[in-house]
């Protein structure tokens, strides 16, 4: 019997029943040693075939896997367009009563199946190859060719081999069950063969496939020759956005759509050049072609990507290269090759590298050649379009390396460098002057998208249109096992060492340094170079901390607890799985409730009437583990806990396996050893009678925790000094025999208490922008300041960098105002006070302002108020002093406010100020200054007869606002020299063209000096 069948019907029943698709996948796990894997892989783009998602999130199409004859059955009836009609006869089966019985009855009925037996169908056994051969060769309309070669079943087989339906196809004989890597073999051959149709009650031959004619998809292969603006020079058309130009072999142009295939051009233009076949969708109305798939797995083209640690040498015609241990050499030369730097074709015929330009081929010599001070840090591909031999595409990436210090923000898309200060980079979306493409860990992804400390590497064309982003977030955990010259090995696994690395390891973990046997956390970016790390701290001695809290994460089955250990927050660490907890090896989970028990008796503040004492009204919020602990802390788990041993409160304890509290919290007064202001060294003695008897000491070994009110406030937690002659609420533990306490702990209803802007403030000159500063401790973000002080402690400079408290208080702040603020017991600063803004000194320099047509007149009067301290002066700050109300005093005879005096025995001087002036005359042997405040006239003279002298030490510290006013130098104008200050050039000499200072003052002595041009 003679059946016409639905090729529609079918198609869509393979792609809903044939391979019970639970999840889709253009590329499957375990198919890289099939040999049906072309077929899978491009059946996959075209969305015609789907896979399975594993318990693991892993994807995978089980090509061994077969399908049954209930399974097969079903797709025949929906072929035939019978999935929803009424079964027409019963077949006579009793082992049909299952899900599939009205699909069987129905494809009996229509004469397309038999039994097994008379009455046996076996409906869960597999499908043979011959009976997947002959479906398909019905479904073709080959059927009176079949039937003419004597039928079932050896006429089908037949067939199905003269159309090629069994090409690739191997290992299965025709009486085997069929397995789905077969099946999708025989729907891949199917693709482009030419139907039959049933037409006059015969079948007659067509030019439709299932490929064109069902699927409307048409197979191309040709030169990619233009996508959007990237373009070769075989492109002769305009193309508009979203557009690709295909050269077939006949040089026909095909212009496809590919905006529903990628957003990322990049992962089109990277195939420019290089012949590739392709599939796209065509109306037949408009004739408009939409790109559906690349089929870049099978295209033959022969690439060589060489990394730049693989390169030994180019010499602009041969390039020799490292290839698992064996030198190999190409042949490669710009003249028969185009060339692309960083995602775009060079079309220029000269580039500019550093200060020199070079040709083409110079240009590549250069990025090639490892003793070129212009060698990449990144990749070359080199294509063989065609694999005829000859290199026709040069592809070279050269990266720069950032560290993401947080994600960036929608307002500003700025990624800002955790290991360079004040280096950023800004991509923003909505920029018509540059595009970019952002990949993390191999995946697409939004710039936002990008977690603080990431390791971030861009590349950016040469005309600055095109960023192409790689971001990785690959830590590396173990122990060094050997170093060699920029290597270093975990195990025997090899990793390169980044050329900030080791500094950056230096500088922020007290010194530490990448050798043999320290174990840390090691960052990497797409070449497995370690960009940065953190090395683990020893954990031996079991540093004491304060648990904030510890909880259990039911759905990530694991355990949590934050500690302070030290720095200036606390941290949130993972429990091991297996914890050993006062000596007893636990489980987690029971270690956070043996926590929670032993924290009822471990604070002693929730006490009422000691929580009326030290807090007042408020109640101190504690959690339900919060208390006093050591801790073993390795590779960022907490392995053991040791928490107080309350039975033996009130005696000596040297162990580090247990904790005891020698005195109760109370209140004491700090007495310091030698009397310094500040300082961890000293006694606590009980109040009353200053005779009284020390009850215990602390000195430099002394660890002092700062515990805040609110326990879940992890910045709140600090170390801390003590000021001489002051009362504390403290507990102190672990007291030696000569009654050093080992810890104290300190309470207070001020939670980490801030030392306030004062009369002895320092002025501060801000040296550097403003710049988000990330907290690998804290895992929080802020600020970070940049400010210039008088003399410190290091000769060679006087900027410090300071953390915020806040991420918006200073982000107002530019280079060269003049502020002081206040900073917590962490060093974190707040309460700025702009004293001066350097934006008003920069208008009176540009002449912008002027008094009487005078040029640097620094008298520019403003409205003396509470904000600006009663200033009369916007260049002129001094304090002022007060009267017994608090306000300032008022001098009625000079007509002004009484600056504050410094009394001293000797001296009565201004106590602090910052002024601007102009420089009268210098006196180098008397080292003093006269300088003015007046403004020069038409001539370029000043009135120097209101002049003021500034003193100078050898403490002073002199810097220069560069012409950029972008930064600040301590060096004399091009040199290497510090500013001294003979440099400064007087009025006496230079009339208006003279030095216009700043002078920052205490005491009458000048502190710091910034010298304008």
């Not at 025989?186 to 030019?207: D, G, I, K």
């Not at 233009?226 to 305009?238: A, I, L, Y």
């Not at 090759?337 to 960083?342: E, F, G, I, K, L």
Request: proline share 2%; aromatic share 10%; net charge negative.
């Amino acid at each position: 019997m003679k059946k016409k069948f639905s090729l529609a019907a079918l198609l869509i029943m393979l792609l809903s029943m044939a391979f019970s698709a639970i999840a889709s996948a253009e590329s499957f796990t375990d198919i890289n040693d099939s040999k049906y894997r072309e077929a899978i892989i491009t059946l996959s783009k075209l969305n015609v075939i789907n896979g399975y998602e594993e318990s693991d999130g892993t994807n995978t199409f089980r090509p061994d896997n077969t399908i049954t004859r209930a399974e097969f059955t079903k797709m025949l009836v929906c072929m035939m367009g019978y999935e929803d009609k009424p079964v027409y006869n019963s077949a006579p089966f009793n082992d049909i009563d299952m899900w599939a019985k009205n699909f069987i009855n129905t494809a009996y009925s229509l004469g397309i199946i038999n039994g097994m037996s008379d009455e046996e169908f076996m409906p869960d056994d597999p499908v043979t190859y011959e009976q997947a051969q002959k479906m398909m060769v019905c479904a073709l309309g080959y059927v009176d060719t079949a039937e003419s070669k004597g039928g079932w079943p050896n006429g089908y087989t037949q067939t199905a081999a003269s159309l090629k339906l069994k090409d690739h196809i191997s290992g299965t004989s025709d009486k085997d069950a069929a397995p789905r890597g077969v099946i999708a073999q025989l729907m891949y051959n199917s693709l482009e063969v030419e139907l039959m149709e049933y037409q006059n009650a015969q079948w007659v031959p067509t030019e439709k496939t299932f490929l064109t004619d069902y699927l409307n998809v048409v197979k191309l292969k040709g030169t990619l020759v233009g996508v959007e603006d990237f373009v070769s020079s075989e492109c002769t058309v305009k193309l508009a956005n979203r557009q690709m130009d295909i050269m077939n072999a006949s040089g026909e142009e095909i212009i496809i759509d590919f905006s529903d295939y990628t957003k990322n051009v990049t992962d089109l233009n990277k195939f420019l050049g290089n012949i590739i076949t392709i599939y796209y969708r065509l109306d037949k109305l408009s004739d408009h072609k939409t790109l559906i798939a690349i089929d870049d797995e099978t295209t033959k083209n022969t690439e060589f990507e060489v990394n730049f640690d693989k390169i030994i040498s180019y010499n602009g015609t041969t390039l020799v290269y490292d290839e698992n241990g064996k030198k190999k050499s190409i042949k490669v030369s710009t003249k028969n090759a185009s060339v692309r730097y960083n995602g775009k074709p060079i079309s220029t015929d000269t580039i500019t590298l550093g200060n020199n330009d070079y040709s083409l081929s110079e240009a590549v010599e250069q990025w090639l050649s490892p003793d070129s001070e212009h060698f990449i840090y990144g990749d070359v591909k080199l294509t063989d379009s065609g694999s005829d031999g000859d290199i026709n595409l040069i592809q070279i990436y050269n990266y720069e390396t950032i560290v993401a210090y947080q994600a960036p923000k929608t307002s500003d898309y700025k990624i800002t460098d955790k290991l360079v200060s004040g280096r950023s980079i800004i991509l923003d979306p909505n920029s018509s002057e540059y595009s970019y493409t952002v990949q993390k860990n191999g995946s697409q992804i939004e710039l936002t998208a990008i977690a603080a400390g990431d390791v971030v590497l861009y590349a950016k064309s040469l005309d600055g249109s095109l960023y192409t982003v790689y971001v990785t977030s690959k830590p590396v955990k173990g122990s060094i096992s050997t170093t060699e010259e920029g290597y270093m090995y975990i195990g025997t696994d090899k990793y390169k060492i980044g050329s900030m690395c080791e500094d950056y390891i230096n500088k922020n973990q007290s010194g530490k340094s990448i050798k043999v046997g320290v174990s840390g956390t090691f960052y990497l970016d797409m070449y497995n170079t370690v960009v940065y790390g953190t090395i683990d701290t020893a954990t031996e001695n079991r540093p004491y901390a304060y648990i904030a809290n510890a909880f259990v994460e039911e759905c990530e089955d694991a355990g949590y607890i934050t500690l302070y250990t030290n720095g200036t927050a606390a941290k949130t660490y993972q429990l091991k799985d297996k914890v050993r907890l006062n000596g007893s090896t636990m489980d987690y989970d029971a270690a956070v409730e043996h926590l929670e028990q032993s924290a009822k008796y471990n604070n002693a503040d929730a006490e009422e009437s000691m929580a009326q004492a030290i807090y007042g009204s408020d109640k101190p919020n504690i959690t339900s583990c919060s208390q006093v602990a050591r801790v073993t802390i390795s590779n960022n788990l907490v392995t053991s806990i040791v928490t107080l041993d309350a039975e033996t409160t009130g005696t000596q304890n040297e162990s580090t396996d247990t904790i005891v509290k020698y005195s109760d919290l109370d209140q004491y007064i700090f007495s310091a050893s030698g009397g310094t202001a500040s300082t961890k060294k000293g006694s606590f003695k009980t109040l009353g009678s200053t005779t009284s008897s020390t009850v215990f000491s602390t000195d430099s070994s002394t660890t002092v925790i700062f515990v805040p009110k609110d326990r879940k406030d992890k910045n709140g937690y600090a170390s801390k000094n003590f000021t001489n002659n002051t009362k504390y609420y403290v507990e102190a533990y672990d007291l030696k025999s000569s009654k050093i306490a080992g810890l104290v702990l300190v309470y207070s209803n001020k939670d980490n208490s801030v030392t306030e802007v004062s009369r002895a403030t320092n002025f501060g000159i801000v040296s550097a922008l403003p710049s988000s500063s990330y907290n690998t401790e804290t895992d929080e973000s802020a600020q970070e300041i940049s400010v210039y002080y008088g003399p410190g402690n290091d000769a060679q400079t006087t900027v410090k960098s300071w953390q915020t408290l806040t991420e918006t208080e200073f982000s107002d702040i530019v280079v060269g105002d003049v502020i002081q603020f206040a900073y917590d017991t962490s060093k974190r600063v707040k309460d700025r006070i702009n004293n001066i803004k350097f934006n008003d000194i920069a208008a009176v320099l540009d002449g912008n302002v002027q008094n009487d047509g005078k040029l640097y007149d620094w008298n520019e009067e403003q409205e003396p108020t509470e904000e600006n301290n009663y200033q009369s002066y916007k260049f002129d700050y001094r304090y002022k002093t007060l009267d017994a109300g608090g306000k300032p005093s008022w001098n009625a005879d000079a007509n002004q406010y009484r600056d504050e005096i410094y009394t001293s025995s000797s001296i009565s001087t201004i106590y602090s100020r910052a002024c601007m002036y102009n420089v009268s005359q210098v006196f180098e042997d008397e080292k003093k200054l006269y300088v003015t405040k007046n403004g020069f006239d038409s001539e370029g003279n000043v009135d120097d007869t209101d002049y003021e002298e500034v003193e100078i030490t050898s403490s002073t510290k002199i810097i220069r606002m560069e012409s950029n006013r972008e930064e600040l130098s301590k060096y004399a104008e091009d040199t290497t020299t510090e500013m001294a200050f003979t440099d400064l050039k007087s009025a006496q000499y230079y009339g208006k063209d003279c030095s216009k200072i700043l002078v920052c003052s205490s005491k009458g002595v000048a502190k710091l000096i910034v010298v304008y041009n």
